[in-house]
T-cell receptor
Framework: DAGITQSPRHKVTETGTPVTLRCHQT?????MYWYRQDPGHGLRLIHY???????DKGEVSDGYSVSRSKTEDFLLTLESATSSQTSVYFC????????????FGPGTRLTVT | SQKIEQNSEALNIQEGKTATLTCNYT??????LQWYRQDPGRGPVFLLL?????KEKRKERLKVTFDTTLKQSLFHITASQPADSATYLC?????????FGTGTSLTVIP
């Protein structure tokens, strides 16, 4: 998995609470991504980062924010969790020389009740 | 945005045969097309990338073709093995955006 870990691996939270998911990579990859995966949908890009403090929105960014203060860490925050954000979240990273070859973490299963 | 269609039905094949998976897309042709493998409960694993100006790419028992006229990519696994059983995802990318298909479930029967 290219040395990518995600924490927590499972989380149950209540509607309206803030949630932060963490992604940590040890490959010194410059690019990092957050996706969500839902039945009937492919992986959908939430936010991405091309370096420290360089982030941008993906296809489904509403309700999410990200931060990247160190190369190895990329945080995804759900500002006020809703039931529609129940999903499996995947983090990925890629080397700047091969930005289209992404290496994924094991995923975080988030349930919002 | 892109719409990507992969074989919606699961694909079952006999061990030793060639599995062929299809990825069709609408709208503009992507600069890059990738194939990933995903096992239950795990993250996708990168397999192959093909560029828009390439027709075919091979890696061991895997072959990918890319036809920008048909807006289609085919993914072949030759001499299939039960260990090849997984879901295979097609992904398209242009610039900073990535679009994934829902995947095709492949089962290789011993």
């Amino acid at each position: 998995d290219a040395g990518i870990t995600q924490s927590p691996r499972h989380k149950v939270t209540e509607t309206g609470t803030p949630v932060t998911l963490r992604c940590h990579q040890t490959e010194n990859h410059r690019y990092m991504y957050w996706y969500r995966q839902d039945p009937g949908h492919g992986l959908r890009l939430i936010h991405y980062s091309y370096g420290v403090k360089d982030t941008d929105k993906g296809e489904v960014s509403d309700g999410y924010s990200v931060s990247r203060s160190k190369t190895e860490d990329f945080l995804l925050t759900l500002e006020s969790a809703t039931s529609s954000q129940t999903s499996v979240y995947f983090c990925a990273s890629a080397d700047s020389d091969r930005p289209y070859e992404q290496y994924f973490g094991p995923g975080t299963r988030l349930t919002v009740t | 945005s892109q719409k990507i269609e992969q074989n919606s039905e699961a694909l079952n094949i006999q061990e030793g045969k060639t599995a062929t998976l299809t990825c069709n897309y609408t709208n503009y042709s992507p600069a890059y097309l990738q194939w990933y493998r995903q096992d239950p409960g795990r993250g996708p694993v990168f397999l192959l990338l093909i560029r828009e100006n390439e027709k075919e790419k091979r890696k061991e028992r895997l072959k990918v073709t890319f036809d920008t006229t048909l807006k289609q990519s085919l993914f072949h696994i030759t001499a299939s093995q039960p260990a090849d059983s997984a879901t295979y995802l097609c992904a398209l990318s242009t610039g900073n955006q990535f679009y994934f298909g829902t995947g095709t479930s492949l089962t290789v029967i011993p």
